[in-house]
């Protein structure tokens, strides 16, 4: 009965009710909007960096010199570490790529038939490349999709020609793949921050360069290790011992545990997006001010029916629980209209940028239940002043 008669005074008031909802939805909205596009970003930006091989542990020289290059030695050494599934060399180059009369500024790697697990490569067309490519020195190459689409205009560009620029001239590759590389939304969403790659044999890379060795060796460990730190600390431990026996204690070899920091980016953006909703949150007790204003001005205009159901037999806690479930109703209306639009909005983002859409619930569920507590608490100053007034002055009033 009294839920019904809390609708009914709500709705009596319409324009007042619909704008202290508002206010609630705003502060509820903005919360969940940051949440949610904060934890869709974070799962983008870590899918992201799996693809680009920052879900790997990687070895390089903290030298550049022709003398601190790895070699097929060091390769074979980490591959005989307990907990080392695999080894791959790497060259790098940054340079510039001319396809169909376009300049694109990109990342040259040299790899071998080991990339699409170490660095998780996959071709959306074509194919990418093979131990007889690296055999036989091929000039072919695998370009990024994002590469092949500001070229052509479209993803599939197997068999056309790329003109990559390496030690000071442009050599022509035949196009045998296009990459899907994950990080075509993030290109478009930072305008270019992220370079664009192109892969090539690295025997080719080597023999273009007239370089022996390579720059870096990225190293694929196994499931169980992946998996924990722990693990990860020991192989990387064993991985810098292996080497320093075999190269000497003062290698100037680093080991770097790729996927750690993929885990430290990831708590930034956790705690960045964690702050930014502690501050969109304190428009919730501006909502909750907004609501103790609302039934503060309810109170004063229904002093004489407050005053009629008290002298027909209403008791106080009557009267304070029916303006409290108003508060309540009111929060409770505004905080579930706001998570929707939030929801509903970065869905739509989401949509529009090729991001998949991935929603971290609790917080929002958080939001929605403190404006709803706010609501109780603000509103019960209100409640606890209807329920005090005297029946005989009420119905003067």
Same mark, same amino acid.
């Given at each position: 009965?009294? @839920?019904?008669?809390?609708?009914? @005074?709500?709705?009596?008031?319409?324009?007042?009710?619909?704008?202290?909802? &508002?206010?609630?939805?705003?502060?509820?909205?903005?919360?969940? +909007?940051?949440?949610?596009?904060?934890?869709?970003?974070?799962?983008?930006?870590?899918?992201?960096?799996?693809?680009?091989?920052? @879900?790997?542990?990687?070895?390089?020289? $903290?030298?550049?010199?022709?003398?601190?290059?790895?070699?097929?030695?060091?390769?074979?050494?980490?591959?005989?570490?307990?907990?080392?599934? /695999?080894?791959?060399? %790497?060259?790098?180059?940054?340079?510039?790529?001319?396809?169909?009369?376009?300049?694109?500024?990109?990342?040259?790697?040299?790899?071998? !038939?080991?990339? /699409?697990?170490?660095?998780?490569?996959?071709?959306?067309?074509?194919?990418?490349?093979?131990?007889?490519?690296?055999?036989?020195?091929?000039?072919? &190459?695998?370009?990024?999709?994002?590469?092949?689409?500001?070229?052509?205009?479209?993803?599939?560009?197997?068999? /056309?020609?790329?003109?990559?620029?390496?030690?000071?001239?442009?050599?022509?590759?035949?196009?045998?793949?296009?990459?899907?590389?994950?990080?075509?939304?993030?290109?478009?969403?930072?305008?270019?921050?992220?370079?664009?790659?192109?892969?090539?044999?690295?025997?080719?890379?080597?023999?273009?360069?007239?370089?022996?060795?390579?720059?870096?060796?990225?190293?694929?460990?196994?499931?169980?290790?992946?998996?924990?730190?722990?693990?990860?600390?020991?192989?990387?431990?064993?991985? !810098?011992?292996?080497?320093?026996?075999?190269?000497?204690?003062?290698?100037?070899?680093?080991?770097? @545990? +790729?996927?750690?920091?993929?885990?430290?980016? $990831?708590?930034?953006?956790?705690?960045?997006? +964690?702050?930014?909703?502690?501050?969109?949150?304190?428009?919730?007790?501006? !909502?909750?001010?907004?609501?103790?204003?609302?039934?503060?001005?309810?109170?004063?205009?229904?002093?004489?029916?407050?005053?009629?159901?008290?002298?027909?037999?209403? /008791?106080?806690?009557?009267?304070?629980?029916?303006?409290?479930?108003?508060?309540?109703?009111?929060?409770?209306?505004?905080?579930?209209?706001?998570?929707?639009?939030?929801?509903?909005?970065?869905?739509?983002? &989401?949509?529009?940028?090729?991001?998949?859409?991935?929603?971290?619930? !609790?917080?929002?569920?958080?939001?929605?239940?403190?404006?709803?507590? %706010?609501?109780?608490?603000?509103?019960?100053?209100?409640?606890?002043?209807?329920?005090? %007034?005297?029946?005989?002055?009420?119905?003067?009033?």
């Amino acid at each position: 009965m009294i @839920n019904r008669i809390c609708f009914i @005074n709500i709705f009596r008031a319409k324009t007042r009710s619909a704008l202290t909802v &508002c206010a609630i939805s705003v502060g509820v909205f903005a919360v969940t +909007l940051i949440s949610a596009a904060g934890t869709a970003g974070k799962e983008q930006v870590s899918k992201t960096l799996e693809t680009m091989g920052i @879900n790997s542990i990687l070895v390089q020289h $903290e030298n550049t010199a022709a003398s601190a290059w790895l070699t097929e030695d060091d390769i074979n050494a980490i591959n005989r570490v307990h907990g080392v599934t /695999k080894a791959m060399p %790497l060259m790098a180059s940054v340079n510039k790529t001319q396809v169909l009369n376009k300049n694109i500024n990109c990342f040259t790697w040299g790899v071998n !038939s080991n990339a /699409k697990e170490i660095i998780s490569l996959e071709a959306m067309h074509g194919r990418l490349i093979t131990t007889q490519d690296t055999a036989a020195k091929k000039m072919v &190459c695998v370009i990024d999709e994002d590469i092949a689409r500001a070229a052509y205009g479209r993803s599939n560009v197997v068999g /056309k020609t790329a003109r990559v620029l390496l030690a000071g001239s442009y050599h022509d590759f035949e196009i045998i793949g296009v990459a899907k590389s994950g990080i075509s939304t993030l290109q478009s969403a930072l305008s270019g921050i992220i370079p664009n790659f192109v892969y090539i044999p690295i025997t080719t890379m080597q023999m273009i360069t007239g370089r022996n060795g390579y720059d870096k060796i990225a190293v694929l460990i196994n499931e169980q290790g992946a998996n924990s730190g722990a693990d990860d600390t020991a192989i990387i431990d064993s991985i !810098s011992r292996t080497l320093s026996d075999q190269r000497g204690e003062n290698s100037g070899l680093i080991v770097s @545990n +790729l996927l750690q920091q993929k885990q430290g980016l $990831e708590n930034i953006m956790g705690t960045v997006t +964690l702050v930014l909703s502690l501050i969109a949150g304190i428009s919730l007790i501006v !909502s909750g001010l907004t609501v103790m204003t609302t039934m503060l001005v309810s109170v004063n205009e229904r002093t004489r029916e407050i005053g009629i159901k008290k002298s027909i037999g209403a /008791k106080d806690f009557d009267i304070a629980r029916e303006f409290l479930l108003e508060s309540v109703l009111l929060s409770g209306m505004g905080s579930g209209i706001g998570a929707i639009l939030g929801l509903i909005v970065t869905a739509a983002g &989401c949509a529009i940028y090729g991001i998949e859409f991935t929603a971290n619930f !609790s917080p929002i569920i958080l939001a929605v239940s403190v404006a709803v507590g %706010l609501g109780g608490v603000f509103g019960a100053y209100p409640a606890v002043k209807a329920a005090r %007034l005297a029946p005989i002055e009420a119905l003067r009033q």
